[in-house]
């Protein structure tokens, strides 16, 4: 009686993750190959309950101990290569309100750059990423990972606290985001310290270890683990 009773929420979750799945737009765009992959991991592996849901760029997929890191908060990774603000956004249903979060934390921004954006582009794309947040999951909150410093992309810097800045701005008026920031942590002597692959981009276990303990430190101060998950009405948006 007690395995029967214990597998309820998950199943509960699962059939309404699949609904919403069904009734989201198809996935758009030039990654919409990978965004199709979590639909289908899901029917596999059902998604925690309420989830603080990280989604982003490579650096949020190659997060491999996220989970343990973490812990005790369910978090659930929605990373994918090459992954832009607008490709979230062009996606949103698909990659974020189907699951529900208590939490977003939320790294992009810096293929934004290097692919040509400019620092008030990518803010813009931030903006409406918000904005469709709030039209469907109102009080959800979003934490900003600061687009970091890389050795691969340093001539990129100037751009990237360009947008980081800006960010850090918003939050003064926004109650629902805050900003993490890695930046500071990541540096040393005016340079990024030597913690990435060979790539020069992205990150070995060290650098994991600095995000842990910013994101953690943010989590905790900010109450995270109090938050309540979004009501179960269904998505008005169809991005």
């Known amino acids: 009686m007690f395995r029967i009773a214990s597998l309820v929420p998950a199943l509960a ?6 609904a919403f799945a069904a009734d989201a737009p198809p996935a758009t765009g030039r990654l919409a190959g990978e965004i199709d992959a979590f639909a289908a991991a899901d029917q596999v592996t ?43 956004n062009d996606n949103f249903v698909r990659l974020v309100r189907v699951y529900r979060p208590r939490a977003i934390v939320l790294y992009a921004g810096d293929n934004d750059l290097h692919d040509g954006k400019t620092p008030d582009e990518v803010v813009a794309d931030f903006n409406k990423f918000m ?59 005016g340079k990024p310290k030597d913690i990435f ?8 276990p060290a650098g994991y270890a600095i995000w842990t303990q910013d994101v953690r430190r943010v989590l905790d101060w900010t109450g995270a683990k109090k938050l309540a998950c979004p009501g179960p009405e269904r998505p008005h948006m169809g991005g």
């Open 13 to 18: 979750l699962s059939l309404l993750t699949t």
């Open 197 to 204: 692959l060979d790539d020069g981009l992205h990150m070995t």
């Open 131 to 189: 904005f469709i947040k709030r039209a469907s999951m109102k009080h959800v909150r979003v934490y900003f990972i600061t687009v970091k410093p890389s050795k691969a992309r340093l001539t990129e810097y100037p751009a990237q606290e360009a947008v980081n800045q800006a960010v850090k701005a918003m939050t003064l008026t926004q109650r629902d985001l805050i900003e993490i920031d890695v930046v500071s942590d990541m540096m040393a002597d």
């Open 46 to 88: 059902p998604p925690p309950a309420c989830p603080v849901l990280f989604v982003g760029s490579t650096s949020i997929r190659g997060w491999a101990t996220l989970a343990h890191d973490m812990a005790p908060f369910p978090v659930l990774n929605r990373g994918f290569d090459g992954a832009e603000i607008a490709d979230i």
